[in-house]
């Protein structure tokens, strides 16, 4: 099971077997992260849902590229993003962010080390964001709630899930000196045998606060060095786990 810390006292919360689902904070939004105990969710959507998203919700997920891109999944579509449309073959779009407005989809990202953000707001317009280090470069999580914004988002909160940890990412001072400028000096850190390591939890909790939105509800999970979840950086995994985001009635 997931350990998630909760900032407010509103937040319901609910365990699946393996997972937690969270309703995010002053919102009708709701957040599912999976662990390694619901299997490889690289094909989720082709055999059904997790059993607590809504039988009734279409599920939409992209192909993720490490980038900055959102896509919307219903109408309308603000100037400067891009709707979700299949390619040839039913091609996903590429992007690392996704974002809905009604009530009609699941929106699915995929991790095994990266940050999975779930995005909230009262009017029930949310987002699925995958944020690794070139996202936090590319800025997706501010392309992604600037998107919801433009939808009628008043007050956005997030919710982060089991990530790598700055006990585990062993990352390059350039790298490091670079990242700092867009998401603060306290992403420097060290890992657990002495080099300098990027602390992502950190990273993505400055680049929200920087867009002005709380962190409702964080997990304290390294997907490294914590038993049962899927790494590709510890083992080369090709299994991944899910994050998904609905609106709920």
Known sequence: MISISVMTSSMSRRSSASGLETRLAGTPVHALWTSGADGDMRDVGDFGLPPSVPRDRALRRVRQVHGGDVVVVDTPVPDRTVPFVLGPGGLLPEADAVVGSGDEFALAVLTADCAPVALGSPEGVHAAVHVGWRGLGAA???????????????????GLGPCIGPCCYEFSEVDLD???????????ARTTWGELSLDLPTAVRGQLARSEVPVVAASDVCTVCTPGYFSHRARGDEARQALLVWRGH
């Open 140 to 158: 997706v999580l501010a392309r992604a709630i600037d998107t919801m914004r433009s939808l009628g988002a008043t007050t956005v909160v997030a």
């Open 178 to 188: 670079a990242l700092s400028e867009s998401s603060g000096s306290d992403v420097r």
